[in-house]
Protein backbone atom coordinates (compact mmCIF):
# COMPACT_ATOMS: atom_id res chain seq x y z
CA UNK A 1 0.00 0.00 0.00
CA UNK A 2 2.53 1.96 1.06
CA UNK A 3 4.91 1.55 -1.41
CA UNK A 4 2.58 2.53 -4.32
CA UNK A 5 2.80 6.41 -3.33
CA UNK A 6 6.68 6.58 -4.07
CA UNK A 7 7.27 8.29 -7.20
CA UNK A 8 9.55 5.45 -8.35
CA UNK A 9 6.91 2.08 -8.74
CA UNK A 10 8.48 -0.61 -7.15
CA UNK A 11 6.20 -3.71 -6.58
CA UNK A 12 6.10 -4.93 -3.05
CA UNK A 13 8.23 -8.41 -2.99
CA UNK A 14 6.58 -9.12 0.15
CA UNK A 15 3.22 -7.83 2.03
CA UNK A 16 3.89 -5.26 4.18
CA UNK A 17 3.05 -5.72 7.86
CA UNK A 18 -0.50 -3.71 7.54
CA UNK A 19 -1.48 -5.62 4.99
CA UNK A 20 -0.63 -8.59 6.55
CA UNK A 21 -2.40 -7.92 9.75
CA UNK A 22 -5.55 -7.06 8.09
CA UNK A 23 -5.16 -10.71 6.24
CA UNK A 24 -4.80 -12.19 9.36
CA UNK A 25 -8.24 -10.33 10.22
CA UNK A 26 -10.37 -10.93 7.58
CA UNK A 27 -8.89 -14.55 7.72
CA UNK A 28 -10.08 -14.40 11.67
CA UNK A 29 -13.72 -12.63 10.74
CA UNK A 30 -14.16 -14.33 7.38
CA UNK A 31 -12.78 -17.48 6.67
CA UNK A 32 -12.29 -19.64 9.93
CA UNK A 33 -15.97 -19.44 10.51
CA UNK A 34 -16.30 -20.36 7.29
CA UNK A 35 -14.72 -22.89 7.39
CA UNK A 36 -16.62 -24.16 10.37
CA UNK A 37 -19.75 -23.61 8.85
CA UNK A 38 -18.56 -26.22 5.96
CA UNK A 39 -17.36 -28.56 8.27
CA UNK A 40 -20.71 -28.26 9.87
CA UNK A 41 -22.48 -29.13 6.76
CA UNK A 42 -20.04 -31.99 5.81
CA UNK A 43 -20.69 -33.93 8.86
CA UNK A 44 -24.38 -33.06 8.35
CA UNK A 45 -24.95 -34.29 5.28
CA UNK A 46 -22.65 -37.25 6.10
CA UNK A 47 -24.52 -37.97 9.30
CA UNK A 48 -27.89 -37.59 7.57
CA UNK A 49 -26.98 -40.12 4.78
CA UNK A 50 -26.73 -42.68 7.96
CA UNK A 51 -29.96 -41.78 9.86
CA UNK A 52 -33.28 -43.67 8.28
CA UNK A 53 -36.24 -42.81 9.60
CA UNK A 54 -39.89 -44.03 8.97
CA UNK A 55 -40.01 -40.89 6.76
CA UNK A 56 -36.93 -41.83 5.05
CA UNK A 57 -33.65 -40.08 5.17
CA UNK A 58 -33.00 -37.38 7.75
CA UNK A 59 -32.59 -34.16 5.16
CA UNK A 60 -29.08 -33.22 4.35
CA UNK A 61 -28.12 -29.96 3.74
CA UNK A 62 -29.63 -30.23 0.15
CA UNK A 63 -32.35 -31.29 0.82
CA UNK A 64 -33.09 -28.79 3.08
CA UNK A 65 -32.13 -26.24 0.44
CA UNK A 66 -34.53 -27.62 -1.71
CA UNK A 67 -37.51 -27.36 0.44
CA UNK A 68 -36.46 -23.42 1.13
CA UNK A 69 -36.89 -22.79 -2.76
CA UNK A 70 -39.92 -25.30 -2.42
CA UNK A 71 -41.66 -23.26 0.81
CA UNK A 72 -40.57 -19.74 -1.16
CA UNK A 73 -42.32 -20.76 -4.52
CA UNK A 74 -45.18 -22.06 -2.61
CA UNK A 75 -45.72 -18.38 -0.90
CA UNK A 76 -45.48 -16.88 -4.21
CA UNK A 77 -48.29 -19.21 -5.74
CA UNK A 78 -50.36 -18.29 -2.47
CA UNK A 79 -49.43 -14.21 -3.00
CA UNK A 80 -50.58 -14.87 -7.03
CA UNK A 81 -53.73 -16.98 -6.16
CA UNK A 82 -54.62 -14.40 -3.18
CA UNK A 83 -53.96 -11.35 -6.00
CA UNK A 84 -56.21 -13.86 -8.33
CA UNK A 85 -59.23 -13.91 -5.90
CA UNK A 86 -59.43 -10.29 -5.08
CA UNK A 87 -59.13 -9.48 -8.70
CA UNK A 88 -61.89 -11.67 -9.44
CA UNK A 89 -64.08 -10.69 -6.82
CA UNK A 90 -63.21 -6.95 -7.92
CA UNK A 91 -64.64 -7.48 -11.20
CA UNK A 92 -67.37 -9.74 -10.13
CA UNK A 93 -68.67 -7.06 -7.91
CA UNK A 94 -68.18 -3.96 -10.34
CA UNK A 95 -70.41 -6.08 -12.87
CA UNK A 96 -73.23 -6.49 -10.56
CA UNK A 97 -73.06 -2.98 -9.52
CA UNK A 98 -73.30 -2.09 -13.29
CA UNK A 99 -76.49 -3.90 -14.14
CA UNK A 100 -78.24 -3.14 -10.22
CA UNK A 101 -76.64 0.19 -8.86
CA UNK A 102 -78.61 -0.57 -5.29
CA UNK A 103 -76.59 -3.31 -4.82
CA UNK A 104 -73.84 -2.66 -2.08
CA UNK A 105 -71.10 -5.16 -3.28
CA UNK A 106 -70.09 -7.33 -0.40
CA UNK A 107 -65.99 -7.91 0.25
CA UNK A 108 -64.76 -11.41 0.88
CA UNK A 109 -61.36 -12.06 2.42
CA UNK A 110 -59.15 -14.89 0.87
CA UNK A 111 -59.34 -17.97 2.42
CA UNK A 112 -55.74 -19.49 1.73
CA UNK A 113 -54.06 -21.67 3.83
CA UNK A 114 -51.20 -19.27 6.01
CA UNK A 115 -47.41 -19.95 3.86
CA UNK A 116 -44.13 -20.67 5.72
CA UNK A 117 -43.45 -16.49 5.57
CA UNK A 118 -46.61 -15.65 6.96
CA UNK A 119 -46.18 -17.87 9.70
CA UNK A 120 -42.50 -16.16 10.78
CA UNK A 121 -44.71 -13.03 10.39
CA UNK A 122 -47.23 -13.97 13.05
CA UNK A 123 -44.74 -15.48 15.00
CA UNK A 124 -42.81 -12.31 15.18
CA UNK A 125 -45.55 -10.74 15.91
CA UNK A 126 -46.85 -13.04 19.02
CA UNK A 127 -43.73 -12.75 20.37
CA UNK A 128 -43.22 -9.66 20.26
CA UNK A 129 -46.31 -8.29 21.98
CA UNK A 130 -45.93 -10.88 24.56
CA UNK A 131 -42.24 -9.20 25.31
CA UNK A 132 -43.79 -5.99 25.22
CA UNK A 133 -46.99 -6.52 27.77
CA UNK A 134 -44.27 -8.43 29.58
CA UNK A 135 -41.90 -5.17 29.81
CA UNK A 136 -44.93 -2.78 30.83
CA UNK A 137 -46.15 -4.82 33.48
CA UNK A 138 -42.53 -5.94 34.71
CA UNK A 139 -40.51 -2.63 34.44
CA UNK A 140 -42.57 -0.83 36.61
CA UNK A 141 -43.31 -3.56 38.94
CA UNK A 142 -39.22 -3.31 39.12
CA UNK A 143 -38.48 -0.32 39.93
CA UNK A 144 -41.08 -0.35 42.69
CA UNK A 145 -39.74 -3.31 44.17
CA UNK A 146 -36.23 -1.57 43.98
CA UNK A 147 -37.18 1.66 45.57
CA UNK A 148 -38.83 0.13 48.69
CA UNK A 149 -37.08 -2.71 51.21
CA UNK A 150 -40.74 -3.48 52.33
CA UNK A 151 -42.19 -4.76 49.05
CA UNK A 152 -39.20 -6.27 47.87
CA UNK A 153 -39.24 -8.69 51.08
CA UNK A 154 -42.73 -9.39 50.38
CA UNK A 155 -42.87 -9.99 46.37
CA UNK A 156 -39.43 -11.53 46.66
CA UNK A 157 -41.07 -15.58 47.75
CA UNK A 158 -43.50 -15.31 44.63
CA UNK A 159 -41.41 -14.43 42.69
CA UNK A 160 -38.56 -17.17 43.64
CA UNK A 161 -40.94 -19.57 43.25
CA UNK A 162 -42.64 -18.45 40.33
CA UNK A 163 -38.85 -18.17 38.13
CA UNK A 164 -38.05 -21.57 37.69
CA UNK A 165 -41.38 -22.73 36.36
CA UNK A 166 -41.61 -23.50 32.59
CA UNK A 167 -44.19 -21.21 31.09
CA UNK A 168 -45.40 -24.15 29.22
CA UNK A 169 -46.52 -25.55 32.49
CA UNK A 170 -48.99 -21.98 32.53
CA UNK A 171 -50.16 -22.96 29.17
CA UNK A 172 -53.52 -25.47 30.30
CA UNK A 173 -54.59 -22.93 32.92
CA UNK A 174 -53.78 -20.05 30.45
CA UNK A 175 -56.02 -21.34 27.89
CA UNK A 176 -58.93 -22.32 30.13
CA UNK A 177 -58.94 -18.78 31.66
CA UNK A 178 -58.83 -17.25 27.97
CA UNK A 179 -61.56 -19.79 26.72
CA UNK A 180 -63.50 -18.50 30.20
CA UNK A 181 -62.99 -14.61 29.49
CA UNK A 182 -62.46 -14.00 25.97
CA UNK A 183 -65.84 -15.34 25.27
CA UNK A 184 -66.68 -13.16 22.27
CA UNK A 185 -68.66 -14.42 19.33
CA UNK A 186 -66.42 -11.93 17.53
CA UNK A 187 -62.53 -11.95 18.74
CA UNK A 188 -60.54 -9.21 17.43
CA UNK A 189 -57.73 -11.47 17.78
CA UNK A 190 -58.03 -15.42 17.79
CA UNK A 191 -57.65 -17.01 21.22
CA UNK A 192 -54.67 -18.93 20.12
CA UNK A 193 -52.71 -15.99 20.05
CA UNK A 194 -53.52 -14.50 23.39
CA UNK A 195 -52.84 -17.95 24.83
CA UNK A 196 -49.25 -18.08 22.77
CA UNK A 197 -48.71 -14.29 23.80
CA UNK A 198 -49.72 -14.38 27.28
CA UNK A 199 -47.28 -17.25 27.56
CA UNK A 200 -44.86 -15.51 26.20
CA UNK A 201 -45.05 -12.66 28.63
CA UNK A 202 -45.28 -15.33 32.10
CA UNK A 203 -41.71 -16.21 30.47
CA UNK A 204 -40.37 -13.14 30.33
CA UNK A 205 -41.93 -11.10 33.46
CA UNK A 206 -39.47 -12.67 35.86
CA UNK A 207 -35.91 -11.68 34.67
CA UNK A 208 -37.22 -8.45 33.57
CA UNK A 209 -38.64 -7.48 37.69
CA UNK A 210 -35.57 -9.33 38.81
CA UNK A 211 -33.33 -7.08 36.79
CA UNK A 212 -35.21 -4.03 37.24
CA UNK A 213 -35.43 -4.40 40.93
CA UNK A 214 -31.40 -5.22 41.29
CA UNK A 215 -30.43 -2.15 38.91
CA UNK A 216 -32.64 0.77 41.14
CA UNK A 217 -31.91 -1.34 44.45
CA UNK A 218 -28.04 -1.04 43.52
CA UNK A 219 -28.31 2.69 42.75
CA UNK A 220 -24.93 4.10 43.72
CA UNK A 221 -25.86 5.89 47.16
CA UNK A 222 -24.56 9.17 46.44
CA UNK A 223 -26.71 9.45 43.85
CA UNK A 224 -29.74 8.78 46.03
CA UNK A 225 -28.46 11.39 48.34
CA UNK A 226 -28.09 14.03 45.72
CA UNK A 227 -31.51 13.49 44.43
CA UNK A 228 -32.52 13.74 48.42
CA UNK A 229 -30.45 16.87 48.85
CA UNK A 230 -32.38 18.31 46.10
CA UNK A 231 -35.47 17.23 47.75
CA UNK A 232 -36.51 15.75 44.37
CA UNK A 233 -40.23 14.53 44.60
CA UNK A 234 -40.92 10.24 44.30
CA UNK A 235 -41.77 10.67 40.92
CA UNK A 236 -39.12 12.75 39.36
CA UNK A 237 -36.26 10.49 40.99
CA UNK A 238 -37.59 7.92 39.14
CA UNK A 239 -37.66 9.52 36.41
CA UNK A 240 -34.33 11.24 36.73
CA UNK A 241 -32.35 8.88 38.69
CA UNK A 242 -33.90 5.57 39.08
CA UNK A 243 -35.30 4.99 36.01
CA UNK A 244 -31.69 6.10 34.12
CA UNK A 245 -30.04 4.38 36.49
CA UNK A 246 -31.20 0.96 36.07
CA UNK A 247 -31.25 1.32 32.35
CA UNK A 248 -28.16 -0.83 31.79
CA UNK A 249 -29.76 -3.82 34.17
CA UNK A 250 -33.36 -3.22 32.75
CA UNK A 251 -32.24 -3.93 28.87
CA UNK A 252 -29.56 -6.85 30.02
CA UNK A 253 -32.61 -8.31 31.93
CA UNK A 254 -34.90 -7.41 28.79
CA UNK A 255 -32.02 -8.96 26.19
CA UNK A 256 -32.31 -12.32 28.43
CA UNK A 257 -35.89 -12.51 28.33
CA UNK A 258 -36.32 -11.92 24.89
CA UNK A 259 -33.93 -15.07 24.15
CA UNK A 260 -36.26 -17.27 26.47
CA UNK A 261 -39.65 -15.96 24.86
CA UNK A 262 -38.37 -17.29 21.65
CA UNK A 263 -37.90 -20.58 22.75
CA UNK A 264 -41.01 -20.69 24.47
CA UNK A 265 -42.99 -19.42 21.74
CA UNK A 266 -42.34 -22.63 19.66
CA UNK A 267 -43.36 -24.98 22.29
CA UNK A 268 -46.67 -22.59 23.03
CA UNK A 269 -47.23 -21.94 19.10
CA UNK A 270 -47.27 -26.11 18.92
CA UNK A 271 -50.12 -26.80 21.97
CA UNK A 272 -52.17 -23.87 21.28
CA UNK A 273 -52.11 -23.91 17.55
CA UNK A 274 -51.25 -20.66 16.89
CA UNK A 275 -50.56 -20.41 13.15
CA UNK A 276 -46.40 -19.57 13.89
CA UNK A 277 -43.39 -21.18 13.59
CA UNK A 278 -44.51 -23.83 16.07
CA UNK A 279 -47.86 -24.58 14.76
CA UNK A 280 -45.57 -25.29 11.61
CA UNK A 281 -43.43 -27.53 12.57
CA UNK A 282 -46.48 -29.47 14.42
CA UNK A 283 -48.31 -29.76 11.42
CA UNK A 284 -45.07 -31.06 9.00
CA UNK A 285 -44.86 -33.76 12.08
CA UNK A 286 -48.07 -34.90 12.14
CA UNK A 287 -48.20 -34.41 7.98
CA UNK A 288 -45.68 -37.32 7.57
CA UNK A 289 -44.61 -36.77 4.20
CA UNK A 290 -41.15 -37.39 2.43
CA UNK A 291 -41.15 -34.20 2.77
CA UNK A 292 -42.03 -33.13 6.16
CA UNK A 293 -38.48 -33.55 8.34
CA UNK A 294 -36.73 -31.51 5.73
CA UNK A 295 -39.24 -28.78 5.96
CA UNK A 296 -39.14 -28.92 9.79
CA UNK A 297 -35.25 -28.18 9.32
CA UNK A 298 -35.89 -25.79 7.33
CA UNK A 299 -37.87 -24.20 10.19
CA UNK A 300 -35.42 -24.74 12.35
CA UNK A 301 -32.86 -23.23 10.75
CA UNK A 302 -35.36 -19.92 10.05
CA UNK A 303 -35.99 -20.45 13.94
CA UNK A 304 -32.26 -20.13 14.60
CA UNK A 305 -31.59 -16.83 12.46
CA UNK A 306 -34.71 -15.23 13.98
CA UNK A 307 -33.46 -15.75 17.62
CA UNK A 308 -30.21 -14.70 16.53
CA UNK A 309 -31.36 -11.43 14.78
CA UNK A 310 -33.44 -10.71 17.47
CA UNK A 311 -30.35 -10.36 20.32
CA UNK A 312 -28.01 -8.85 17.64
CA UNK A 313 -30.99 -5.80 17.88
CA UNK A 314 -31.71 -5.91 21.46
CA UNK A 315 -27.96 -5.55 21.69
CA UNK A 316 -27.95 -2.39 19.26
CA UNK A 317 -31.25 -0.83 21.04
CA UNK A 318 -28.87 -1.72 24.34
CA UNK A 319 -25.91 0.13 23.20
CA UNK A 320 -28.00 3.25 21.88
CA UNK A 321 -30.11 3.68 24.94
CA UNK A 322 -27.53 2.64 27.85
CA UNK A 323 -25.26 5.65 29.09
CA UNK A 324 -23.29 2.92 30.63
CA UNK A 325 -21.64 1.16 27.07
CA UNK A 326 -19.53 -1.46 29.01
CA UNK A 327 -23.30 -2.82 30.28
CA UNK A 328 -23.93 -3.95 26.74
CA UNK A 329 -20.84 -5.83 25.83
CA UNK A 330 -21.67 -8.17 28.57
CA UNK B 1 -21.43 38.84 62.46
CA UNK B 2 -24.48 37.02 63.70
CA UNK B 3 -24.17 32.79 63.88
CA UNK B 4 -25.73 31.31 60.79
CA UNK B 5 -25.11 27.76 61.78
CA UNK B 6 -25.21 26.16 65.17
CA UNK B 7 -24.26 22.86 65.96
CA UNK B 8 -25.11 22.04 69.45
CA UNK B 9 -24.65 18.98 71.64
CA UNK B 10 -24.63 16.75 68.75
CA UNK B 11 -24.16 12.78 70.29
CA UNK B 12 -24.36 10.16 67.41
CA UNK B 13 -24.68 6.58 68.70
CA UNK B 14 -24.79 3.74 65.66
CA UNK B 15 -26.84 0.76 66.62
CA UNK B 16 -24.72 -2.51 65.53
CA UNK B 17 -25.00 -5.68 66.06
CA UNK B 18 -22.67 -5.83 69.25
CA UNK B 19 -24.46 -2.56 70.79
CA UNK B 20 -24.89 0.04 70.44
CA UNK B 21 -21.45 2.98 68.95
CA UNK B 22 -21.07 5.87 70.12
CA UNK B 23 -19.76 7.77 66.90
CA UNK B 24 -19.80 11.52 67.88
CA UNK B 25 -20.00 13.07 71.77
CA UNK B 26 -21.07 16.66 72.53
CA UNK B 27 -20.00 18.29 69.11
CA UNK B 28 -20.52 21.73 69.65
CA UNK B 29 -19.78 24.79 66.56
CA UNK B 30 -20.87 28.09 65.75
CA UNK B 31 -20.30 29.47 62.56
CA UNK B 32 -20.60 32.70 61.49
CA UNK B 33 -21.63 33.58 57.78
CA UNK B 34 -19.28 34.11 55.38
CA UNK B 35 -16.65 31.47 57.25
CA UNK B 36 -15.01 28.76 55.93
CA UNK B 37 -14.03 26.12 58.34
CA UNK B 38 -12.50 22.69 57.80
CA UNK B 39 -12.95 20.04 60.16
CA UNK B 40 -9.60 17.77 60.19
CA UNK B 41 -8.72 14.44 62.16
CA UNK B 42 -7.70 10.91 61.81
CA UNK B 43 -10.32 8.81 59.75
CA UNK B 44 -12.82 7.16 61.43
CA UNK B 45 -12.54 10.20 64.14
CA UNK B 46 -16.68 10.88 62.47
CA UNK B 47 -15.94 14.31 60.69
CA UNK B 48 -17.90 13.00 57.54
CA UNK B 49 -20.76 11.92 60.43
CA UNK B 50 -20.92 15.47 61.68
CA UNK B 51 -20.97 16.61 57.98
CA UNK B 52 -23.59 14.31 56.98
CA UNK B 53 -25.89 15.69 60.40
CA UNK B 54 -25.78 19.45 58.90
CA UNK B 55 -26.40 18.09 55.56
CA UNK B 56 -29.39 16.50 57.37
CA UNK B 57 -28.55 12.90 55.72
CA UNK B 58 -28.25 11.23 58.96
CA UNK B 59 -30.11 12.34 62.14
CA UNK B 60 -28.20 13.55 65.47
CA UNK B 61 -29.38 11.16 68.24
CA UNK B 62 -29.65 13.92 70.41
CA UNK B 63 -28.40 17.69 69.99
CA UNK B 64 -29.38 19.20 67.14
CA UNK B 65 -28.12 21.86 63.74
CA UNK B 66 -30.35 24.77 63.54
CA UNK B 67 -29.44 27.06 60.31
CA UNK B 68 -30.75 30.23 60.12
CA UNK B 69 -33.03 29.71 63.27
CA UNK B 70 -34.42 26.70 61.86
CA UNK B 71 -33.48 23.49 62.88
CA UNK B 72 -31.79 20.68 60.01
CA UNK B 73 -34.56 17.84 60.17
CA UNK B 74 -33.74 16.72 56.69
CA UNK B 75 -31.70 17.39 53.53
CA UNK B 76 -32.18 20.18 51.53
CA UNK B 77 -30.59 22.55 48.60
CA UNK B 78 -29.92 25.05 51.40
CA UNK B 79 -27.04 23.25 52.68
CA UNK B 80 -25.45 22.03 49.21
CA UNK B 81 -23.35 18.98 49.40
CA UNK B 82 -19.88 18.67 47.41
CA UNK B 83 -18.97 14.97 47.38
CA UNK B 84 -16.06 13.04 47.64
CA UNK B 85 -16.02 11.21 44.34
CA UNK B 86 -17.71 14.04 42.72
CA UNK B 87 -21.29 11.99 41.86
CA UNK B 88 -22.45 13.42 39.13
CA UNK B 89 -25.18 11.66 37.08
CA UNK B 90 -23.12 9.37 34.36
CA UNK B 91 -25.56 9.83 32.09
CA UNK B 92 -26.10 13.81 32.25
CA UNK B 93 -23.72 16.19 31.05
CA UNK B 94 -21.98 18.59 32.78
CA UNK B 95 -24.51 21.05 31.96
CA UNK B 96 -27.71 18.92 32.24
CA UNK B 97 -25.92 17.96 36.00
CA UNK B 98 -25.98 21.37 36.88
CA UNK B 99 -29.41 22.12 35.35
CA UNK B 100 -31.22 19.36 37.33
CA UNK B 101 -30.33 21.24 40.65
CA UNK B 102 -30.91 24.67 38.82
CA UNK B 103 -34.40 23.20 37.80
CA UNK B 104 -35.28 22.13 41.00
CA UNK B 105 -34.37 25.12 43.08
CA UNK B 106 -35.43 27.71 41.12
CA UNK B 107 -38.37 26.59 39.14
CA UNK B 108 -40.49 29.01 40.09
CA UNK B 109 -38.37 31.81 40.43
CA UNK B 110 -36.14 31.79 37.30
CA UNK B 111 -37.67 31.74 33.52
CA UNK B 112 -36.15 29.49 30.79
CA UNK B 113 -33.25 32.06 29.39
CA UNK B 114 -32.56 32.82 33.08
CA UNK B 115 -32.19 29.16 34.25
CA UNK B 116 -29.62 28.35 31.11
CA UNK B 117 -27.93 31.60 31.80
CA UNK B 118 -27.12 30.83 36.04
CA UNK B 119 -26.63 27.29 34.32
CA UNK B 120 -23.71 28.45 31.85
CA UNK B 121 -22.36 31.12 34.68
CA UNK B 122 -21.85 28.42 37.21
CA UNK B 123 -19.95 26.27 34.99
CA UNK B 124 -17.60 29.30 33.68
CA UNK B 125 -17.37 30.05 37.35
CA UNK B 126 -15.33 26.62 37.91
CA UNK B 127 -13.48 27.24 34.40
CA UNK B 128 -16.10 23.92 32.77
CA UNK B 129 -16.91 26.63 30.36
CA UNK B 130 -14.99 24.43 27.53
CA UNK B 131 -16.82 21.48 27.96
CA UNK B 132 -20.25 21.50 29.06
CA UNK B 133 -21.62 19.26 27.23
CA UNK B 134 -19.42 16.40 27.83
CA UNK B 135 -20.17 13.57 29.80
CA UNK B 136 -18.56 12.90 33.07
CA UNK B 137 -17.08 9.87 31.31
CA UNK B 138 -15.27 12.12 28.91
CA UNK B 139 -13.36 14.47 31.29
CA UNK B 140 -10.87 14.08 33.80
CA UNK B 141 -11.37 13.58 37.47
CA UNK B 142 -10.74 17.25 38.50
CA UNK B 143 -13.16 18.44 35.97
CA UNK B 144 -15.71 16.36 37.51
CA UNK B 145 -15.13 17.73 40.59
CA UNK B 146 -15.59 21.19 39.27
CA UNK B 147 -18.84 20.22 37.71
CA UNK B 148 -19.72 19.28 41.44
CA UNK B 149 -18.90 22.28 42.56
CA UNK B 150 -20.50 24.23 40.04
CA UNK B 151 -23.89 21.88 40.95
CA UNK B 152 -23.42 22.40 44.78
CA UNK B 153 -22.43 26.49 44.16
CA UNK B 154 -25.67 26.94 41.31
CA UNK B 155 -28.20 25.89 44.65
CA UNK B 156 -26.87 29.29 46.13
CA UNK B 157 -26.64 27.72 49.74
CA UNK B 158 -26.58 29.27 52.66
CA UNK B 159 -24.20 26.72 53.61
CA UNK B 160 -21.36 24.60 51.49
CA UNK B 161 -20.79 21.59 52.63
CA UNK B 162 -17.77 19.82 51.15
CA UNK B 163 -16.93 16.12 51.99
CA UNK B 164 -12.88 15.77 51.27
CA UNK B 165 -13.77 17.33 47.90
CA UNK B 166 -10.26 16.96 46.38
CA UNK B 167 -9.02 13.65 48.51
CA UNK B 168 -9.30 11.85 45.08
CA UNK B 169 -7.46 13.78 42.79
CA UNK B 170 -3.64 13.71 42.62
CA UNK B 171 -1.70 16.48 44.01
CA UNK B 172 -1.11 19.04 41.04
CA UNK B 173 -4.85 18.98 40.42
CA UNK B 174 -5.29 19.05 44.19
CA UNK B 175 -3.63 22.35 43.93
CA UNK B 176 -5.11 23.79 41.04
CA UNK B 177 -8.63 22.99 42.75
CA UNK B 178 -7.45 24.82 45.83
CA UNK B 179 -6.94 27.58 44.18
CA UNK B 180 -10.10 27.86 42.33
CA UNK B 181 -11.96 27.28 45.33
CA UNK B 182 -9.69 30.51 46.95
CA UNK B 183 -10.37 32.49 44.27
CA UNK B 184 -14.61 31.96 43.94
CA UNK B 185 -14.67 31.80 47.23
CA UNK B 186 -12.48 35.89 46.64
CA UNK B 187 -15.72 36.15 45.04
CA UNK B 188 -19.35 34.65 46.58
CA UNK B 189 -17.69 34.65 50.12
CA UNK B 190 -20.02 32.00 50.91
CA UNK B 191 -20.11 30.09 53.87
CA UNK B 192 -18.16 26.51 53.71
CA UNK B 193 -17.47 23.73 56.16
CA UNK B 194 -15.02 21.16 54.52
CA UNK B 195 -14.12 18.03 55.61
CA UNK B 196 -10.01 17.66 54.80
CA UNK B 197 -7.19 15.27 55.85
CA UNK B 198 -4.56 17.32 54.02
CA UNK B 199 -2.83 19.86 56.72
CA UNK B 200 -2.08 22.27 53.98
CA UNK B 201 -5.24 22.26 52.12
CA UNK B 202 -6.86 22.75 55.96
CA UNK B 203 -4.52 26.19 56.53
CA UNK B 204 -4.65 27.23 53.43
CA UNK B 205 -8.12 27.80 52.72
CA UNK B 206 -9.52 28.18 56.07
CA UNK B 207 -10.66 30.70 58.48
CA UNK B 208 -11.00 28.27 61.15
CA UNK B 209 -9.77 24.94 61.44
CA UNK B 210 -12.03 22.41 63.54
CA UNK B 211 -9.35 19.46 64.87
CA UNK B 212 -11.39 17.19 65.86
CA UNK B 213 -10.52 13.89 68.66
CA UNK B 214 -10.25 10.23 67.86
CA UNK B 215 -13.10 8.05 68.32
CA UNK B 216 -15.27 6.65 69.55
CA UNK B 217 -17.20 9.37 71.72
CA UNK B 218 -14.97 11.67 69.32
CA UNK B 219 -15.55 15.27 69.86
CA UNK B 220 -14.24 18.46 69.00
CA UNK B 221 -10.51 18.86 70.72
CA UNK B 222 -9.36 22.57 69.14
CA UNK B 223 -10.04 24.85 66.76
CA UNK B 224 -7.34 26.91 65.56
CA UNK B 225 -8.37 30.89 64.62
CA UNK B 226 -6.19 31.15 60.93
CA UNK B 227 -5.91 34.76 60.32
CA UNK B 228 -3.67 34.81 57.37
CA UNK B 229 -4.44 37.43 55.02
CA UNK B 230 -6.37 37.02 52.01
CA UNK B 231 -5.94 36.53 49.12
CA UNK B 232 -3.76 33.81 50.11
CA UNK B 233 -0.54 32.47 47.69
CA UNK B 234 0.45 29.53 47.65
CA UNK B 235 4.19 30.39 46.90
CA UNK B 236 4.13 32.92 49.47
CA UNK B 237 2.78 31.13 52.36
CA UNK B 238 5.44 28.54 52.25
CA UNK B 239 8.06 30.71 53.84
CA UNK B 240 5.96 32.48 55.89
CA UNK B 241 6.18 32.31 59.36
CA UNK B 242 2.76 32.50 60.58
CA UNK B 243 1.41 29.57 58.13
CA UNK B 244 4.36 27.30 59.05
CA UNK B 245 3.16 27.79 63.05
CA UNK B 246 0.01 26.88 62.08
CA UNK B 247 0.82 24.08 60.54
CA UNK B 248 3.39 22.86 62.91
CA UNK B 249 0.27 23.50 65.43
CA UNK B 250 -2.29 21.16 63.04
CA UNK B 251 0.65 18.66 63.20
CA UNK B 252 1.23 18.54 66.72
CA UNK B 253 -2.83 18.47 67.54
CA UNK B 254 -2.95 15.05 65.12
CA UNK B 255 0.75 13.31 66.16
CA UNK B 256 1.17 14.21 69.56
CA UNK B 257 -2.23 15.09 71.11
CA UNK B 258 -4.35 13.04 69.22
CA UNK B 259 -1.77 9.89 67.81
CA UNK B 260 -3.60 7.19 66.82
CA UNK B 261 -2.55 4.47 68.49
CA UNK B 262 -3.95 1.06 67.11
CA UNK B 263 -2.71 -2.12 68.95
CA UNK B 264 -1.70 -4.63 65.54
CA UNK B 265 -3.96 -7.15 67.34
CA UNK B 266 -7.06 -4.71 66.61
CA UNK B 267 -8.48 -6.07 63.38
CA UNK B 268 -10.58 -2.66 62.83
CA UNK B 269 -7.75 -0.98 62.23
CA UNK B 270 -8.89 1.30 58.80
CA UNK B 271 -5.68 1.88 57.00
CA UNK B 272 -6.59 4.12 53.74
CA UNK B 273 -4.57 3.40 50.91
CA UNK B 274 -2.76 6.71 49.98
CA UNK B 275 -0.56 8.51 52.57
CA UNK B 276 1.14 11.50 51.72
CA UNK B 277 3.13 14.12 53.46
CA UNK B 278 1.38 16.28 55.80
CA UNK B 279 -1.75 14.21 55.25
CA UNK B 280 -3.53 12.81 57.89
CA UNK B 281 -4.75 9.32 57.41
Known amino acids: ?330 | MSVLLDISHVDMVFPTPKGPFTALKGVDLKIKKGEFVSLIGHSGCGKSTVLNIVAGLYQATTGGVILNDKEVTEPGPERAVVFQNHSLLPWLTAYENVELAVKQVFNKSKSKAEIKDWVEHNLQLVHMGHAMHKRPDEISGGMKQRVGIARALSMQPDVLLMDEPFGALDALTRAHMQDSLMEIQNELNNTVIMITHDVDEAVLLSDRIVMMTNGPAATIGEILDVTLERPRDRLGLAEDPEYTHLRSEVLKFLYEKQRKVEPLSRKTAKVKPQQKEGEVA
Open chain 1, 1 to 330: MSSATTTKLSFPTELTPKVKANLTSAARHIIIPFVGILAFLLLWSVAAQNIDTSLGKFPGPSAVWEQFQALHSEHKASREKEAAFYERQKERNAKRVAIDPDYIPKIRDYTGKETFVDQIGTSLITVMSGFFLAALLAIPLGIAIGLSKTLNIAVNPIVQIFKPVSPLAWLPLVTMVVSALYATPDPVVPKSFLVSMITVTLCCLWPMVINTAVGVASIDKDLVNVSRVLRLPALKHVQKIALPASVPSIFTGMRLSLGVAWMVLIAAEMLAQNPGLGKFVWDEFQNGSSNSLARIMAAVVVIGFIGFLLDRIMLQVQRYVSWDKASAAR
